[in-house]
């Protein structure tokens, strides 16, 4: 583990407990949270201005710092709003991109480095028009313009830009919940557990009690079940994950590496593990000391790996596709039904 995947998992510690750095740092955390409130009033009263594009903008976000399954879900995301009959386009602030102006993501040559690698890999999953820039308001008139045909978007994060409006809030969580519930530096929020918005995705096993803070009525489970592999020298080499021999690594440069690893386990295999940071760049081959006779990657590693030529030849590493399942239909037809009510508005 390098020294910046360290840093992220000292932190993550303090933020699931209240301790002594925790509680050392909470009178920050109401400096924090008074600042947020500000922010939010201003913005409600008409200080600060909010911009309504032309089409329903749904955000999908969360207030826990760090990975909760965002990815994956804004890709089931479009494609359920596809298979209802939408024309979804979305758009992302994009991690990394070194263009401050929009840019859309053009999946034939867009680099990681150039656009982030989370929006690349939404845009190969969904083949859906993405742009990407801080300024969601403007990679949302620039997506419109490059797309016209577009008639709902879809806000990859963002819950906290209020400079655009939306229509529909979609919180993720998962089996972390909301920490030691305190907001930044003391905890892991950016708001307040309170917060909420029209629907509740928890990726994991199990829902929360009643009495706990990010508990709602609107709430719907959601699990990443991990069965295959793909080899990343040739993705249409697969094999089952029960299948897999020998000596194993899996690697994982997300928010919450631990989740991964979880669900390789599920599936009964036994690895060595290796977190990498978040939106780790690969510049550097973690992989050249290890001896294992097969790695395992997530898919939005395997987006990097697959532009690195050292990388994208190494016969041993093998990409670990997630599949989305989410409490039967209902969250989907509750937001199908949603987006049908906007567009008779």
Known sequence: MNKKAEREQFWMTVWLSRGFIAVLLYPL?????????????????????????????IVVGNIFVGGTGKTPFVIWLAQTLRNAGFTPGIISRGYGAKNSLPQLVDTQTAQASDVGDEPLLIALRTQCPLAVCRNRVAAGRFLLDKHPHVNIIISDDGLQHYALARDMEILLFDGRGAGNQWMLPAGPLREPPSRRGDFTVINGHNYPAPNNPI??????????????????TCRSNKKALSDIRGKITAAAGIGNPARFFASLKSQHLSFDELPLPDHFSFAENPFKDITSETILITEKDAVKCAQLTELMSDPRIWVVPAVVEIDNNVLANKIVEKCHEYQTT
């Open 29 to 57: 955390s109401l400096l924090f949270r008074l600042i947020v409130a500000i922010r939010k009033f201003c913005y409600r009263i008409g200080i600060s201005k909010t911009t309504k594009l032309p089409v329903p903008v």
């Open 215 to 232: 508990y709602t009525d609107n709430m719907f489970l959601m699990q990443l079940k991990t069965v295959t592999a793909e080899q990343l």
